[in-house]
């Protein structure tokens, strides 16, 4: 039995870290043996671009994106700006309508979700590509010129911005912990990119073809839906380095969890809405799917079995009531801790935390949660980007 608690806890510990460790290493032997670098040309054909944002209570940080914008057509020469207010109860809505006419502002009177918005402002144009952004990310001017010269591929439907975290010097232990995740993903995806298909977008930053668009329904992501939509579809989704984003990184702990807990839930309702077409991909994209993805939401739960196998494993040592007992000191002496702000055991549990809120939004999708409407956090609209 000794060995049965032991193989079993090794094995579901090797699926909650496989995500960030085995997976990334597969990937870079993957690059080795199928390379698909993506070299994006020098000059592009004549495109129409759409740049869409959806914003809620945003007066804090939506003068500057509206600045952003309009620096933004000013580079590509022809774009539509289109914003779509969810029926804020600030000020986001008279701040934008100091930009008319250069923004077409859409101004929904009461709330719908980020989903229903972008189908509205997609609605309304006609462009060759679309440019998916959030309200407190600030693009890159200068980056986004050569974004036409990865759509001159007729393979590729959607390109992934580059996302950094801002403000660095300022982080919370949360923040660092969040930068550091982000780090990991960026250089997971090129490595995607580089071998095929990054497996889906952040709605900070991406762009698609307009006639690849499907419409989302309200209580799945859109990010993540239009870019595994497109993949479907036998597009290829790629990184662009140099189309970049700033955005500044959730610094409170507890704001970090509920924004974890509901990013999965409508990503894992994206999933089961998807899972039907995914069927249909080849073996190695399905493969980084499932591992970038699905195992992925599912880390909290596999690390929590993990160490119930540990613990069942001390228990056929030492007896029951002491493993307990030993179990019980040892959880206390971490909570006392993290709570008293022990750097390690605070950068560990802020890991923790992070794969359970995501499992836990897993959860919450199969007992029916939809999170169509959001509040973006407090802490992400204080910060300045650059």
């Not at 070299?39 to 914003?55: F, G, L, M, N, Q």
């Not at 960026?186 to 497996?199: N, R, V, Y």
């Not at 994209?285 to 970038?292: C, E, I, P, R």
Request: aromatic share 10%; with cysteine; proline share 4%.
């Amino acid at each position: 039995m000794t060995m049965v608690f032991l193989i079993g806890g090794l094995v579901f510990l090797a699926l909650a870290a496989h995500p960030f460790t085995t997976y990334p290493l597969s990937l870079l032997l993957l690059k080795r043996w199928r390379p698909r670098p993506l070299r994006p040309a020098e000059r592009t054909r004549p495109y129409r671009y759409a740049v869409c944002v959806a914003a809620y209570n945003e007066a804090a940080v939506i003068r500057r994106k509206a600045e952003n914008l309009v620096a933004l057509r000013q580079k590509l020469g022809n774009a539509e700006l289109l914003v779509y207010v969810d029926g804020a109860s600030d000020d986001t809505a008279k701040i934008l309508g100091e930009f008319a006419p250069d923004i077409d502002v859409v101004v929904s009177p009461k709330r719908s979700g980020k989903s229903a918005g972008m189908n509205a402002l997609l609605a309304r144009t006609t462009a060759d590509i679309v440019i998916f952004t959030d309200a407190n990310a600030i693009i890159d001017p200068e980056g986004i010129v050569g974004l036409g010269g990865y759509f001159d591929d007729p393979k590729v439907g959607c390109v992934c911005g580059h996302l950094v975290y801002s403000g660095e010097a300022d982080f919370s232990q949360t923040a660092h912990v969040g930068s550091a995740y982000w780090r990991l993903e960026e250089h997971i995806k090129q490595l995607e990119s580089d071998t095929g298909s990054a497996m889906g977008a952040d709605g900070a930053l991406f762009a698609i073809r307009r006639e690849l668009y499907r419409p989302v329904r309200e209580d799945v992501i859109d990010d993540m839906f239009t870019s595994i939509s497109i993949l479907c579809d036998g597009y290829r989704v790629v990184r662009g380095e140099d189309f970049r984003a700033w955005e500044p990184p959730t610094t409170q702990s507890d704001e970090e969890f509920r924004r974890k807990v509901r990013i999965s839930c409508r990503a894992f309702n994206a999933h089961r809405l998807l899972w039907k077409r995914l069927r249909g991909l080849d073996a190695v994209t399905k493969y980084k799917y499932l591992s970038h993805k699905l195992l992925r939401w599912f880390s909290g739960m596999n690390l929590m079995i993990a160490g119930l196998f540990a613990w069942a494993l001390l228990a056929s040592l030492i007896g029951f009531w002491i493993s307990l007992g030993l179990a019980a000191v040892t959880m206390s002496a971490l909570t006392f801790l993290y709570a008293s702000g022990a750097r390690p055991i605070r950068l560990v549990g802020e890991i923790v935390f992070a794969l359970i809120a995501a499992s836990f939004g897993v959860v919450k999708s199969l007992q029916g949660e939809r999170f169509q409407t959001w509040t973006p956090p407090a802490s992400t609209r204080k910060s300045e980007t650059p």
